[in-house]
């Protein structure tokens, strides 16, 4: 069973950057493709970003374009998300992802898509 664990996860003043991280388990990491979500008390979960299995193709959300990158290493196991010029009102709970099976015409959006998740980690915007 993969397990997802994030960290990076913490307090930054508004316009600052974090950097999370997500590191799987087992050793067929370079087949799964991973997606970064967030969610905030009562609201639903949406797509932030996401990576293809080589990472050769990125998604992201409209609102972090530009200010966000995810990245992979495949020889770590590990997925990052890179979040610059943050806004207090991305304060959420930001989730790590991944879809550990092949699925055709994948939208990587979607959170339907995804099988495995991580607990989350916190991400703090102060203004």
């Known amino acids: 069973q993969v397990q997802l664990v994030e960290s990076g996860g913490g307090l930054v003043q508004a316009g600052g950057s974090l950097r999370l991280s997500c590191a799987a388990s087992?050793?067929?990491?370079?087949?799964?493709?991973m997606g970064w979500f967030r969610q905030a008390p009562v609201k639903e979960r949406e797509f932030v970003g996401a990576?293809?299995?080589?990472?050769?193709?990125?998604y992201y959300a409209d609102s972090v374009k530009v200010r966000f990158t995810i990245s992979r290493d495949n020889a770590k196991n590990t997925v990052y998300l890179q979040m610059n010029n943050l806004k207090p009102e991305e304060t959420d709970v930001y989730y790590c992802?991944?879809?550990?099976?092949?699925?055709?015409?994948?939208?990587?959006?979607?959170?339907?898509?995804?099988?495995?998740w991580g607990q989350g980690t916190q991400v703090t915007v102060s203004s």
């Open positions: 992802a991944a879809r550990t099976r092949l699925l055709a015409n994948m939208t990587f959006r979607a959170r339907g898509e995804y099988d495995v």
């Open positions: 087992g050793r067929t990491f370079s087949s799964y493709a």
């Open positions: 990576i293809s299995r080589s990472g050769g193709i990125r």
